[in-house]
T-cell receptor
Framework: AQSVTQPDIHITVSEGASLELRCNYSYGATPYLFWYVQSPGQGLQLLLKYFSGDTLVQGIKGFEAEFKRSQSSFNLRKPSVHWSDAAEYFCAVASSGNTPLVFGKGTRLSVIA | GAVVSQHPSRVICKSGTSVKIECRSLDFQATTMFWYRQFPKQSLMLMATSNEGSKATYEQGVEKDKFLINHASLTLSTLTVTSAHPEDSSFYIC?????????????FGSGTRLTVV
């Protein structure tokens, strides 16, 4: 069965600092990989996704993620964090195009001045 | 881009009543709809998968008679919480699957906050 691990429950960064959120998955083949962001009381917004091809994926809001097959990782990065980035971030995987997502437990990002 | 419209966004109901939540794919055909539940400060847990025109597949531990899912068309899926109780209070969110997942797949509705009093 697939699983997703987000090792960091809570991360605090200073505004303007760089950010990396970690995500590791367990799956026999290359899954479809996603990062979502959720603000309190809101739904999920897709930041980026990886299906195939270039392993460095650009997303919205200045985020990017890199798929590393050898490490079974799909870490999310942003070079300069803004206060509005404070939210919950979820990494998710799917085994194929019409199967449900398996979510990590999420990483809560706090941004300080 | 792909849009999934979910209504209502918030609902408060009395214990023992039923509540229907709708998810519509606005600009594509959702051959599959996934229904998730999220408790406060937790991740999303899959409740069930529905395919247009067929019965939903429920995850282990999810009561199919309490959470009725209907996927009558390629653009509409509904979740009905029957005989709701306070422990059913949660955030419910749908996600559409499609035959072109790299374009339309994995778009989420905005979620429904259900409070049972």
């Amino acid at each position: 069965a697939q699983s997703v691990t987000q090792p960091d429950i809570h991360i605090t960064v200073s505004e303007g600092a760089s950010l990396e959120l970690r995500c590791n998955y367990s799956y026999g083949a290359t899954p479809y990989l996603f990062w979502y962001v959720q603000s309190p009381g809101q739904g999920l917004q897709l930041l980026l996704k990886y299906f195939s091809g270039d392993t460095l994926v650009q997303g919205i809001k200045g985020f990017e993620a890199e798929f590393k097959r050898s490490q079974s990782s799909f870490n999310l990065r942003k070079p300069s964090v803004h206060w509005s980035d404070a939210a919950e971030y979820f990494c998710a995987v799917a085994s194929s195009g019409n199967t449900p997502l398996v979510f990590g437990k999420g990483t809560r990002l706090s941004v300080i001045a | 881009g792909a849009v999934v419209s979910q209504h209502p966004s918030r609902v408060i109901c009395k214990s023992g009543t039923s509540v229907k939540i709708e998810c519509r794919s606005l600009d594509f055909q959702a051959t599959t709809m996934f229904w998730y539940r999220q408790f406060p400060k937790q991740s999303l847990m899959l409740m069930a998968t529905s395919n247009e025109g067929s019965k939903a597949t429920y995850e282990q531990g999810v009561e199919k008679d309490k959470f009725l899912i209907n996927h009558a068309s390629l653009t509409l899926s509904t979740l009905t919480v029957t005989s709701a109780h306070p422990e059913d209070s949660s955030f419910y969110i749908c996600s559409a699957g499609s035959q072109t997942p790299n374009i339309y797949g994995y778009t989420f509705g905005s979620g429904t906050r259900l409070t049972v009093v």
